[in-house]
């Protein structure tokens, strides 16, 4: 909301260019406040069905989806560096490794090399789309 | 005669034909995977079109649309998993005829009747969309927003119970449309000195990040069944038994015309798609057979019903998208989006200034189903063969494809920060039970409300125009009644005031502004209305009381 008082206002047009962004945000919080009355009001049993989970069981139960955002966070800082060719074939491998354990290297290393090669080769000499190449490696 | 030349000559392009091919193939793997919706495929498929002309893009995605819708129902009727949410009632009677040993006919019944569901739908669509555009050109910048304001409260008024949740997704999709550059004065808002923020999220990225990751990654959740396979169905040694299956359809015909329809109808809806067709269609078949004691026991009519119904959904879903730029459902908004992709705004003008396109749009539906056919009936088992590869082997290649898809966008790699943002958005979404639909049109549609919205009050800064013009009323009351059909259907059964008043009062309603359109039809549509509800109401109330 205070974002929205940062948009410039033009001479010209009758629909403030922040209006319709503002109007919005009144309607999410309108909505978020019931929302909220709602999840007050709702029967103590329904809010007791999920019991609390320590950091360490949150940790446990979330750990595939955690490594998969840590893991793609990652290729994304080293992208520029490593260029998209080597960094997909890392990122893939490593995601694949720790998903689906360490007793199938040999076919997740090979399935790396597979998807991601066969991906850059169609992108840039079949769809001849120009796949950025990394500082690092120039692949 | 020769823009239909020319449409057929752009589809049957020997380029184009491999493409669709591949499409339908790329269709029927991903909907007979459990857990990878068609939607998704469909989202896929984006960037591999953004260098395709728009012609040979839409009959990509089409034949992608066709085989997902007929993709399901192969696990369903193998496995007893259906594919996608669209083949969920094919199972019902489909895995106990598979069971019975009739597995082949059980498939073929699935198969024809997904074809005759899609070339029905086709039909009807080339028949309604050029209707429907008519009726389109009387609407205003006014009755524009306000359609849009009534896609977004029904997809949203179909979460159910969780209605205000589909409302802030809605309207959280609004907004994510309003981060860049104003449309209609171009001013930045919400960049924060970024220049990337400023041009705005490329809102395919962002599709793809709200759907497909989070998907994805809702897959991933589970360690156990991550490394699990899909299916453990070793091989498949089934033959499709076609005349016999085409037999059984022909006598069943009013079972095939009648599902048709409800799937056109639904399609039609917007936020409707296959995943309530299919049910409503088996619901109806069940009601209206004379002897329904063999339905969940493999009737054959349980297979047609939702198979027929869940492929005419997308003639339905295109039809409003091609007549007046509004998509009927998910897929057909991703439609939407390839369109602008191009530089193509579909609107009531569209079939009338882009008419090559639109038939090849209408030719590409017609032979993508003459291809899901050959498709389905050929190379079955490889189909089968996919539900093998391991969840997280299928989740870790789409999610690398799906980088470099985003990427090839615009060269751009913000662009897959934003798919990396918008997953984690999209997946947090779904944890705590937000639908993505209504914000997927919300961000597909978020511009047009706002650019009408802004063209209506250029015009005239009156806002009471918005409610009493009678298209854009007639819209803001389906709107309201739609965001009140939740709390009526938790009423039904009751004999609550709200349950008796229901229904009449949307016919009472809907009379006003038909009545200030005038001419006969809508003038004997109000009548009508105005009719039908004072016999609700006196059966309700009046012979209640005389007794």
Redesign the interface.
């Known amino acids: 909301m205070l974002?929205?008082f940062e948009?410039?206002e033009?001479d010209?047009?009758?629909?403030s260019?922040?209006a319709?962004?503002r109007l919005?945000?009144i309607?999410?919080g309108v909505?978020?406040v019931?929302?909220l009355l709602?999840s007050i009001g709702m029967p103590k049993e329904d809010k007791e069905a999920a019991p609390r989970k320590t950091i360490g069981e949150f940790i446990l139960y979330?750990?595939?989806?955690i490594a998969?955002?840590t893991i793609?966070?990652l290729y994304?800082l080293v992208?520029?560096y490593l260029g998209?060719l080597v960094g997909?074939i890392l990122?893939?491998f490593i995601?694949?490794t720790v998903?689906?354990?360490w007793n199938s290297i040999l076919i997740h290393l090979m399935?790396a090399f597979g998807?991601?090669g066969g991906?850059?080769l169609l992108?840039t000499y079949v769809?001849?789309?120009?796949?950025?190449r990394g500082s690092l490696t120039g692949l | 005669m020769d823009i239909f030349l020319e449409a057929l000559l752009n589809i049957i392009d020997p380029v184009t034909l491999t493409y669709m091919v591949i499409g339908v193939g790329a269709g029927l793997m991903a909907g007979s995977i459990p857990g990878f919706t068609i939607a998704m495929a469909i989202v896929l498929t984006l960037p591999?079109t953004f260098?395709m002309p728009p012609a040979q893009g839409l009959a990509t995605m089409i034949s992608v649309l066709v085989g997902g819708l007929s993709g399901g129902l192969m696990s369903g009727i193998l496995t007893g998993i259906p594919g996608t949410p669209s083949s969920v009632a094919t199972t019902f009677d489909g895995f106990p005829m598979a069971r019975n040993g009739e597995p082949g006919l059980a498939l073929g019944i699935g198969v024809w009747s997904s074809f005759c569901g899609g070339i029905i739908s086709a039909v009807l669509l080339v028949l309604f969309a050029p209707q429907l555009a008519m009726v389109g050109l009387e609407f205003q910048p006014w009755d524009f927003f306000m359609l849009v304001m009534f896609a977004l409260t029904v997809t949203a008024s179909l979460a159910g119970e969780h209605l205000?949740?589909g409302?802030?997704a809605g309207?959280?999709g609004?907004?994510i449309r309003?981060v860049g550059e104003?449309d209609?004065?171009g001013?930045?808002?919400?960049d924060?000195g970024s220049d990337y923020l400023l041009s705005g999220f490329n809102f395919i990225a962002v599709l793809i990040g709200l759907f497909a990751f989070s998907q994805?990654?809702s897959d991933?959740?589970?360690?156990v069944t991550?490394?699990n396979a899909l299916s453990d169905r070793k091989q498949v040694k089934v033959k499709i038994e076609h005349r016999r299956a085409i037999g059984i359809l022909l006598k069943n015909w009013v079972v095939v015309i009648r599902s048709a329809l409800i799937g056109m109808f639904t399609g039609i809806l917007p936020g409707a798609g296959g995943s309530i067709a299919n049910i409503l269609a088996y619901d109806q078949a069940k009601k209206a057979a004379k002897d329904d004691a063999n339905f969940g026991k493999g009737d054959p009519r349980g297979i047609i019903a939702p198979e027929t119904s869940n492929n005419a959904v997308e003639g339905g879903a295109l039809t409003p998208l091609m007549a007046l730029g509004i998509p009927g459902d998910i897929t057909a908004a991703i439609m939407l989006g390839a369109l602008l992709m191009h530089d193509i705004v579909p609107g009531p003008t569209f079939i009338k200034d882009e008419p090559a396109l639109a038939y090849s749009i209408y030719i590409a539906f017609f032979l993508a189903s003459f291809i899901m056919i050959g498709m389905q009936s050929g190379v079955l088992r490889v189909f089968v063969l996919v539900t093998r590869i391991?969840t997280?082997?299928l989740?870790?290649?789409i999610?690398?494809?799906a980088?470099?898809g985003v990427?090839?966008l615009h060269?751009s790699?913000e662009d897959?920060?934003t798919l990396?943002f918008f997953?984690?958005l999209g997946?947090v979404m779904r944890q705590f039970g937000f639908p993505l639909a209504p914000m997927i049109l919300g961000v597909v549609l978020g511009n047009i409300a706002?650019l009408n919205?802004?063209r209506a009050?250029?015009i005239d800064?009156d806002p009471m125009l918005f409610f009493v013009r009678p298209w854009s009323l007639f819209f803001a009351i389906v709107a309201v009644f739609s965001m009140i059909f939740p709390i009526y259907q938790k009423h039904r059964d009751t004999g609550s005031l709200l349950e008796r008043l229901f229904s009449p009062m949307v016919l009472l309603s809907l009379s006003l502004p038909l009545f200030m359109m005038g001419g006969f039809l809508r003038t004997t549509l109000a009548v009508a209305a105005i009719a039908v509800s004072g016999f609700i109401l006196w059966r309700r109330f009046g012979s209640k009381s005389k007794a």
């Open positions: 974002a929205s948009i410039r033009p010209y047009g009758v629909l260019p922040a319709w962004p919005i945000i309607i999410i909505l978020s019931i929302y709602q979330w750990r595939n989806v998969v955002f793609f966070g994304l992208l520029p998209m997909n990122f893939s995601l694949l998903l689906g354990g399935l998807a991601s991906m850059w992108f769809l001849e789309v120009f796949l950025p | 591999f260098s205000v949740k409302l802030i309207a959280a609004l907004f309003t104003d209609a004065v001013v930045g808002r919400f924060f994805l990654l991933l959740r589970n360690p991550a490394r391991k997280y082997v989740a870790t290649v999610l690398t494809f980088t470099i990427f090839a060269n790699i897959i920060w990396f997953g984690i997946f706002e919205l802004a009050l250029a800064a």
